[in-house]
Each structure stands twice: as C-alpha cells, then as structure tokens.
C-alpha cells in the first residue's frame, strides 16, 4: 500500500486515511490491516518498546475506504466509543448508485441482521437491529444512470449502507455483493467524520475530497 495519509495526530488520538481493500482490523484471512498499519507507524515514529497500544472505535468494511479515528489511550477509546454508542460521533459517506433517485433526500429505517454465514445482511423484522441513515443527492449522471449521494449514518449495521439502498432498487456501483458483478471497486468512501475531541471536548471535523475511485471521480465533489 501507500504510504500513511495521517490527518491529524496528537497524544490521544490518530486519524487516517483507510484505503479500499484494506482491512480495518485483522481477521482470518492474516492480510494487513490498518490497526497493525497505524502501531507499526507509532512504534517506529516515537520508538516505542514493546506493544504499541492502539484503541479500533470503529471500522469500514473491507472493499470501503475513508477516513478512520484511532485511540492512542485507553481513556481515549472509552470517551470514543461512548460517543459512537450515543450517535453523537457522525460519519457522513459519498456514494454512487446505479439509478436515478426519485426524492433528493430521504430517510431510510430497517431491521437488519447477519444471515447464517456471517457475510450477507438481509432486513427482516424478525430478530433485526434498527439501521437508520439520511441522504442527500448531489448530483445525476445521465448518461450513465447514476446517482451522486451524501450519506449521513444515524446507525452502524454491517453492510448497512450496501443493503439499504440495494433493497430499495439503488444497488451501490461496483458493490459484487449486494449489486452487480462488476468486478470495479465499490464506490463507498468515508469522506468525513465529526466527533468531540475525547480529552478537550473540542469539535473536531475532518474532510478529505480526494478520492481515487472510479465512479466518484466522474462526479465534481
């Protein structure tokens, strides 16, 4: 991978740049991940013996990239993940979906939950948790039938984003899961979060508009 896009960095906490494909944290698969990117980046910065301890408040699926909030402190993690808990900590996302939405900004509420496998989410009622998000439409490509959105997470499902714009017929380009085989990367990206900084309390926005993909880029962002 590149080279580590740090946004901000201070003696609490670390934010970054994930890029697509990479995992958030380490699974089965034993590929490199952003958890084991970003302690390797501080250990050899601040020349730091011994395990590096660095808290994941929250993550993005693999195939998604964007931006991402590390805890160097335990005290850090805990206010972090309070805020997360307590949806005060917002993450707002750009997305391109094939077809043209037929309302510029809306609300979507669901009952989502894991299928037997572990990898698919479907939204049932029945045993679901609740997934809320709001989007608004930026823009339109004709030519193409797809549709710009901004998407703000009320909630944090698994899938959640994919699975609520594919059931209602606005399966997100390049999503091989929930859409089309395409075989293009997903065109999902974190583009900003918000969230009170865990020791000042001070808000902290942060925003990146530079996104390498091959769907949003046809859009002016």
């Known amino acids: 991978m590149n080279e580590l896009k740090i ?5 609490h906490i670390i934010v970054v740049e994930k890029q ?15 958890l ?22 929250h993550r993005l699926d693999r195939p998604v990239g964007g931006l991402m909030v590390f805890a160097k402190t335990s005290k850090a993690a805990s206010r972090l993940s309070e805020q997360i808990r307590t949806h005060t900590f917002k993450k707002t996302y750009l997305a391109v979906v094939r077809g043209k939405m037929k309302n510029l900004e809306g609300h979507f509420e669901d009952y989502l939950k894991k299928t037997e496998n572990g990898n698919t989410v479907i939204s049932t009622k029945e045993n679901g948790k609740l997934a809320q998000l709001s989007y608004k439409v930026l823009d339109y490509n004709k030519e193409n039938n797809q549709t710009l959105v901004e998407i703000n997470l009320k909630t944090g499902r698994h899938h959640q984003i994919r699975v609520q714009f594919a059931s209602r017929g606005y399966p997100l380009c390049g999503d091989q899961r929930y859409g089309e085989t395409d075989y293009t990367q997903i065109a999902l990206y974190a583009y900003k979060i918000e969230f009170l900084h865990p020791i000042s309390k001070q808000k902290l926005i942060f925003k990146n508009t530079s996104i390498d993909n091959i769907y949003l880029s046809k859009f002016t962002l």
Request: glycine share 4%; aromatic share 12%.
């Open 36 to 57: 084991s990117i970003v302690k390797k980046y501080i250990k050899d910065k601040y020349h730091k013996p011994g395990n590096v301890y660095l808290g994941l408040v």
């Open 7 to 11: 946004f901000y960095e201070d003696n």
């Open 20 to 34: 697509a494909n990479i995992l958030s944290q380490k699974d089965a698969t034993n590929d490199i991940d952003m």
